[in-house]
């Protein structure tokens, strides 16, 4: 039996596909994992033939990336628990909707010294608070979970085109083994210990695009998107130290996964995309995710209705002049042009304060 | 006579037109302020006819701000110390290289108890550190300058579209009134107090946009941009921590002076266009300054040399790799792929070390 760590990839879309790609490649030099990675697929048929046996014959996932080879150590397996049998790194990469049903599939498969990394956005806020995917999967699976996030557009990975990402990893060692996983000379890992504050980011900045989107549909220019872009970041860190009881660090904002994927989201992204058509056709937001998304919803939509119903539990509306007028631009039919009411707010005072000096040993 | 206070704009390019325009409606309903104006125009023929004589019966700047009219109580005037007589608040916003000329010009001319605003851009580093605008302003007039910064091109602003300004102004009764007079509904102010901060990120922004447009040109993506953005963003912030001696502040940078401008200037503005350019054609910056800015220097590239010397001069360029590699790239003849060399720097400690406790006083 092998002492070898072993990563599954659980997931294969586009960037699922692109982690393989690059888990498949670094662990060839890392001596100790197994060179094998396993990546559940979801099979479906693609020209008649099964997509596992595609990728595992072409080393390529021709529906979700094409044009970009997977390195031949990276195996398609259609069940989930097979796929993680053995495995000690599960790289969770799935649309956060499917996530929980697959958790219970792989409950018994999954040894007990196993972890975990998630790369699926997507957090729950109610008027209690939020639960992370990390949350998620640690309940369900009993293993310490790591977060990934950063200003991350799948496709330009895959070109191998410069950019950084964050882990979020409260154990520094782990956090060394993840970031060996991960990084290259094209996708440069930073770590941090905040692994809620990457979740949270990652979630939240889908929320400033759909405002950035509502400015290019008002066909507005750069200074007034930087504006909204400015703000929306301050209210995400705000909202932030607001929800975490000082769990969340402000540090974590200035890494790829806070302002800078803020900035990559706001100007490419789908979240911005339909935001933009949203104001430019008036068509009602189901309709655009029907045409523009199969029928998927927009994150970016879908938190901020969450996020407001938050900050209106707490009669904090007037603190997130920017959340509460995207809110009701996209659910209560305001004019996109009320984006802007209220938006003088002061943030200058949004940092942590310090923690008192501890009790001098001479007193 | 008189004792309202009252304005007068030296300079009357595009953005001091713009200025001129919003000051102009500004003052008309302040009842502490003359209604005039005055705008020193360096007077220039047009079509014949003199510049101050078109915008005195047009009401217009035909060559710098056509197609917007200026409130009819906007004056130009061609003489300088003319100009300057009996004004209260200077707003200085004429290139930098004319301004300590001009400063000379009006000594004697300014009252003791004026004050000015600095709208201009550029700071000078010298391996000894930085001068700013302010400072030049205070030490040929003798009075107290504040500065304005932000993410603030022109052109918009004139349109009318929204977006924020930060104005640095150490005495918060007189921010309060350099605020009346700029802030509108579609151009909003904040204010801090630190004046120097301002001026730093309005001058460091334009190397990180020189860099930017190194990316443009070599056809990179939205993540390889906000990770040059995210990492000079913090390349400023830790040189302004180094120079200033605890004088600027971290907060200033989560300003519109800050952040929202070094975004815009990344994807508007002409460092980002030349840079771009740079990469592209293959020509000289000084060839390309001749050909697209009429022989003007670019700031931005005239900014990273200078902050390269300071940096190079305390053996710091480890600490600098973005700025290191812009100025190898744009002085040195290094390929401009090389930006990405060493840029894997730990930014995660660069916040000011609160200040120590004040002793006890039961001690």
């Not at 030099?29 to 990675?37: E, I, K, S, Y």
């Amino acid at each position: 039996m092998s002492s070898l760590k072993r990563v599954c990839v659980l997931g294969s879309g586009n960037w699922g596909s692109t982690a393989a790609r690059i888990i498949g490649n670094n662990v060839l030099r890392l001596p100790d994992f197994d060179d094998r990675v396993n990546v559940w697929v979801y099979e479906e048929l693609v020209n008649g033939r099964k997509l596992t046996e595609i990728i595992n014959t072409e080393h390529e996932n021709v529906k979700y990336l094409p044009g970009h080879k997977l390195p031949a150590n990276v195996t398609a397996v259609a069940d989930a628990r097979e796929a993680v049998r053995g495995a000690t790194h599960l790289v969770v990469v799935i649309p956060h909707q499917f996530v929980q049903d697959l958790l219970d599939s792989i409950r018994g498969s999954v040894g007990p010294g196993a972890r975990a990394i998630s790369l699926t956005k997507g957090i729950v806020i109610s008027t209690q608070g939020m639960t992370t995917m990390t949350q998620i999967i640690h309940r369900a699976l009993g293993i310490p979970a790591a977060s990934l996030s950063g200003a991350n557009i799948a496709g330009e990975i895959a070109e191998e085109k410069y950019c950084e990402t964050t882990i979020g990893c409260a154990d520094p060692v782990e956090a060394a083994v993840w970031s060996s996983l991960f990084n290259t000379p094209y996708f440069q890992v930073n770590c941090v210990s905040d692994v809620i504050g990457v979740e949270f980011c990652g979630a939240l900045k889908n929320v400033v695009a759909v405002g950035a989107g509502f400015i290019d549909g008002l066909g507005l220019g750069n200074n007034t998107k930087a504006a909204i872009i400015r703000i929306g970041f301050l209210e995400m860190r705000r909202l932030a130290l607001h929800m975490s009881d000082a769990q969340i660090q402000d540090a974590t904002f200035m890494e790829s996964c806070g302002m800078a994927d803020v900035i990559t989201t706001c100007y490419g992204g789908r979240n911005r995309l339909l935001a933009e058509a949203f104001v430019k056709t008036g068509k009602r937001m189901s309709q655009l995710e029907q045409e523009m998304l199969n029928g998927q919803k927009l994150q970016g939509y879908l938190t901020a209705g969450e996020a407001y119903s938050y900050i209106d539990s707490r009669a904090m509306t007037d603190n997130y002049p920017l959340f509460t007028n995207i809110y009701q631009i996209c659910y209560e039919g305001k004019h996109p042009r009320s984006i802007f009411d209220g938006l003088n707010v002061d943030f200058s005072r949004d940092t942590r304060t310090p923690p008192p000096p501890l009790p001098s040993s001479s007193a």
